[in-house]
């Protein structure tokens, strides 16, 4: 299963714009870089995924470099609400989501 | 609300035991998956299932079994319990089995084995 490295954690002022990074070298050409976040006594949620191509929804924005080596996940505008573990999942062909430990973003108000 | 419910939200019961984890998907989505998450092991993956067929197994213990029956609900059984399978138990659903397919996640089962 491929691999990726976060931070294990990074803090941000609310209503400032949060880039959390993570980086996956040994990613394959068919793996689809995946974030999901886990808000405190909650399941994990959806947050954006893609596979080449930078790729932006209501709720963020995904940066993928152009070698594929890292990603970059964009919050434009940090609430309180988007304090939580955030993670960079690497999804292949055996559509399982393998986590890592994720980043713990703390918003200060 | 994700749409994905679990039941029960918790439970308790004791080593030796037998447990039964229940999930409906979200209306329309076909494929289910389970996780579990413990303190030290974090989220790991156990096994998806697609309308009704196994597609992809991980690190899911020989005592834990699942299926998934044609309306589309799925369950987990754990038996032979041990005070290490304490964990949130969760459940995801996606419209599809590939990779370009989100997860919607349940709320979980908190079990407690005493």
């Known amino acids: 299963d491929a691999k990726t490295t976060q931070p294990n954690s990074m803090e941000s002022n609310e209503e400032e714009p949060v880039h959390l990074p993570c980086n996956h070298s040994t990613i394959s050409g068919t793996d689809y870089i995946h974030w999901y976040r886990q808000l405190p006594s909650q399941g994990p949620e959806y947050v954006i995924h893609?596979?080449?191509s930078n790729v932006n929804n209501r709720m963020a924005s995904l940066a993928i470099a152009e070698d594929r080596k890292s990603s970059t996940l964009i919050l434009h505008r940090a609430t309180l609400r988007d304090a939580a573990v955030y993670y960079c999942i690497l999804q292949d062909s055996s559509y399982k989501l393998i986590f890592g430990s994720g980043t713990r973003l703390l918003v200060r108000p | 609300d994700s749409g994905v419910t679990q039941t029960p939200k918790h439970l308790i019961t004791a080593t030796g035991q037998r447990v039964t984890l229940r999930c409906s998907p979200r209306?329309?989505?076909?494929?289910v998956y389970w996780y579990q998450q413990s303190l030290d092991q974090g989220l790991q993956f156990l096994i998806q299932?697609?309308?009704?067929?196994?597609?992809a197994k991980g690190n899911i213990l020989e005592r834990f079994s699942a299926q998934q029956f044609p309306d589309l609900h799925s369950e987990l059984n754990l038996s032979s319990l041990e005070l290490g399978d304490s964990a949130l138990y969760f459940c995801?659903?996606?419209?599809?089995?590939?990779?370009?397919?989100?997860?919607?996640f349940g709320p979980g089962t908190r079990l407690t084995v005493t």
């Open positions: 995801a659903s996606s419209a599809g089995p590939g990779q370009s397919y989100e997860q919607y």
């Open positions: 209306s329309g989505d076909l494929s």
């Open positions: 299932y697609y309308n009704g067929e196994e597609r």
């Open positions: 893609g596979l080449t």
